[in-house]
């Protein structure tokens, strides 16, 4: 059994990079933080995880019109 913790980034156009691009270094090291807080207070450190990324573009309305799913997109190694 495998706990997923997924980030999801929307955006309209990719004129400033993919939606995915902006879970930078910083973003994953908060979302890893975040996740073995939840782990401990669950007393679950000892499951493994993995770390997705949704990225979803919108249409002109908001709507979802793709979403890219990109399993173990980052891992635990990245932060110390």
């Known amino acids: 059994e495998v706990l997923v913790?997924?980030?999801v980034k929307a955006r309209r156009t990719d004129s400033h990079g993919?939606?995915?691009d902006f879970v930078d270094s910083?973003?994953?090291r908060r979302i890893i933080r975040a996740a073995r807080a939840f782990l401990k207070h669950k007393r679950l450190l000892d499951r493994r995880r993995r770390y997705d990324i949704a990225a979803?573009?919108?249409?002109a309305?908001?709507?979802a019109e793709n979403v890219r799913w990109t399993e173990a997109?980052?891992?635990e190694?990245?932060?110390p």
């Open 56 to 59: 979803v573009r919108l249409d």
């Open 73 to 75: 997109a980052f891992d």
């Open 26 to 28: 910083g973003k994953r």
């Open 5 to 7: 913790f997924i980030e």
């Open 18 to 20: 993919a939606p995915e």
């Open 61 to 63: 309305k908001g709507r």
């Open 77 to 79: 190694g990245e932060v």
